[in-house]
């Protein structure tokens, strides 16, 4: 799961050094065309992190159809219940690329989505595991490693990704089913939301630092 910040890229890293193959998601306000998302610096971090997980790929989802179903923050919920919409759409997107588990760059108590009571509330949206290998990592650790492998500088240029058009305030605590409960009344086919934003994805490829045609890697 890859924002335009500092620590997802290191984490994808960091999974590829122990050998695993990345695939890469990254959410927009809105649908973008391939020509427009290879011009942004998210692009560029997977161009980056493919020096070192050879070949992936970026799935860009725009997530439209998730904003117009919340009432602005839905009282300090809101990037909570974002979070949660993201593990699920990454998880349904795993299941057609047949992928394993899930990686975020979270470390614990770094921000407010980031407390013990709210990583537990993401994990219990999906049945997928979450790998988080940054999670014992404070941030000038994490800042040390992006430097060192060249992601830090493209993380820094002005983009603002999907958790920072989100981040209104949210609660340090929440219980998922509380969570749950609020996903059942503002979300009437919860299926459907995942689907439509699956059905808008954009798809980049690159291959050891370098992009490429999507059709050229394996499925």
Same mark, same amino acid.
């Given at each position: 799961?890859?924002?335009?910040?500092?620590?997802?890229?290191?984490?994808? +890293?960091?999974?590829?050094?122990?050998?695993?193959?990345?695939?890469?998601?990254?959410?927009? =306000?809105?649908?973008?065309?391939?020509?427009?998302?290879?011009? #942004?610096?998210?692009? &560029?971090?997977?161009?980056?992190?493919?020096?070192?997980?050879?070949?992936?790929?970026?799935?860009?989802? =725009?997530?439209?159809?998730?904003?117009?179903?919340?009432?602005?923050?839905?009282?300090?919920?809101?990037?909570?219940?974002?979070?949660?919409?993201?593990?699920?759409?990454?998880?349904?997107?795993?299941?057609?690329?047949?992928?394993?588990?899930?990686?975020?760059?979270?470390?614990?108590?770094?921000?407010?989505?980031? #407390?013990?009571?709210?990583?537990?509330?993401?994990?219990?949206?999906?049945?997928? =595991?979450?790998?988080?290998?940054?999670?014992?990592?404070?941030?000038?650790?994490?800042?040390?490693?992006?430097?060192?492998?060249? #992601?830090?500088?493209?993380?820094?240029?002005?983009?603002?990704?999907? +958790?920072?058009?989100?981040?209104?305030?949210?609660?340090?605590?929440?219980?998922? &089913?509380?969570?749950?409960?609020?996903?059942?009344?503002?979300?009437?086919?919860?299926? #459907?939301?995942?689907?439509?934003?699956?059905?808008?994805?954009?798809?980049?490829?690159?291959?050891?630092?370098?992009?490429?045609?999507?059709?050229?890697?394996?499925?």
């Amino acid at each position: 799961l890859l924002s335009g910040g500092i620590d997802s890229p290191v984490a994808a +890293c960091l999974m590829a050094k122990r050998g695993c193959t990345i695939d890469l998601l990254h959410m927009t =306000p809105s649908h973008l065309v391939q020509q427009q998302i290879a011009q #942004t610096p998210v692009a &560029a971090l997977a161009c980056q992190i493919s020096r070192y997980a050879q070949r992936c790929r970026l799935f860009v989802l =725009p997530y439209t159809h998730f904003d117009l179903k919340m009432p602005g923050d839905a009282d300090g919920y809101g990037l909570l219940l974002f979070r949660r919409f993201l593990a699920r759409t990454g998880a349904a997107l795993a299941w057609q690329v047949r992928a394993r588990a899930l990686i975020t760059g979270d470390s614990l108590g770094q921000v407010a989505s980031q #407390t013990l009571d709210n990583l537990v509330s993401t994990s219990q949206a999906t049945d997928l =595991p979450i790998l988080r290998p940054l999670i014992a990592y404070d941030k000038q650790e994490i800042i040390d490693l992006a430097r060192r492998l060249g #992601t830090y500088d493209i993380a820094l240029q002005p983009y603002k990704d999907c +958790c920072a058009l989100l981040s209104r305030n949210p609660r340090t605590r929440s219980r998922a &089913a509380h969570l749950d409960a609020l996903e059942r009344e503002l979300i009437d086919d919860y299926p #459907t939301l995942i689907a439509r934003t699956l059905a808008d994805q954009t798809v980049l490829a690159y291959d050891c630092g370098r992009p490429v045609d999507p059709a050229d890697l394996p499925p």
